[in-house]
């Protein structure tokens, strides 16, 4: 076992490490002053200093005078135990606090872009991560056709299709009527999706993805396409609003 690198795993930085694993390999009742120690370490005296006064706030050293000289003791290595049982207590009552101010950020935001395929393919696996799934019930999407021909290949899309079915989950679909057509049957209406469709003049180039607390956009430019996630609790609310505005406005639709 190396127990300096144990030692550092536990909270203290690699020269905290050394010297306390120094002075307990030290005779009991040996002189330890700051300069006996720089002379058997090799280290810098103002450094020895440091590292003592870093070790006896964490309660492993303790010093005495002699003679009017600083003398330093290390504690029991079961100080090491109770510093960890201490943080962990302190842990287990902040907790709560944590996780409150991480419910309460509906405010806070991030944005991550990127592009081609392998964006696309980043963004929708964020969309069907699994434990994620196991909070939503419906997703809300606008959806243009020219995003599934980065999806059909190698049965990727038909994958997250299952496992949107396996956590049993419904989408409400706005498409441009052009995608009505029968060449189109990943927009048809079934069990698990119901379409509505925009008319031509009316469609939007891009897609749009409302999932849970966040909202994927894909948008084409320039024969490159654009992939964003947005995870924003009030941005995706806003989203979310102007989607099911649109949903009352559209007619419900036969499948054709």
Not at 88 to 110: G, M, R, V, W, Y
Request: proline letters at 4%; one cysteine or more; a positive charge.
């Amino acid at each position: 076992m190396n127990i300096t690198q144990s030692l550092v795993d536990i909270g203290l930085n690699e020269k905290q490490a050394e010297l306390y694993t120094y002075l307990l390999k030290q005779p009991k009742g040996s002189d330890q002053t700051a300069f006996i120690i720089a002379q058997k370490t090799a280290l810098p005296r103002s450094t020895v200093y440091v590292l003592l006064e870093e070790l006896e706030s964490k309660k492993l050293v303790s010093s005495y005078k002699k003679n009017n000289v600083l003398h330093y003791l290390t504690a029991n290595p079961s100080r090491l135990a109770k510093d960890l049982e201490e943080k962990q207590d302190i842990l287990k009552s902040l907790l709560p606090t944590l996780e409150n101010l991480s419910k309460d950020s509906a405010f806070s935001s991030s944005v991550r872009t990127f592009t081609g395929e392998k964006g696309i393919r980043i963004v929708f696996d964020d969309i069907y991560d699994d434990p994620h799934l196991k909070g939503i019930r419906e997703f809300y999407t606008i959806s243009h056709p020219r995003l599934l021909k980065y999806l059909s290949k190698s049965g990727y899309f038909a994958k997250k299709m299952e496992q949107k079915r396996k956590y049993n989950l419904h989408t409400k679909m706005i498409a441009p009527d052009l995608a009505s057509t029968p060449l189109s049957k990943e927009y048809a209406s079934d069990s698990h999706r119901e379409t509505r469709y925009l008319t031509t003049p009316l469609a939007f180039e891009g897609t749009l993805i409302v999932y849970g607390k966040k909202t994927a956009l894909f948008s084409h430019k320039d024969n490159e396409v654009y992939s964003i996630i947005v995870d924003s609790p009030a941005i995706t609310e806003m989203f979310e609003g102007i989607f099911l505005c649109l949903w009352d406005l559209l007619p419900k639709a036969t499948n054709k």
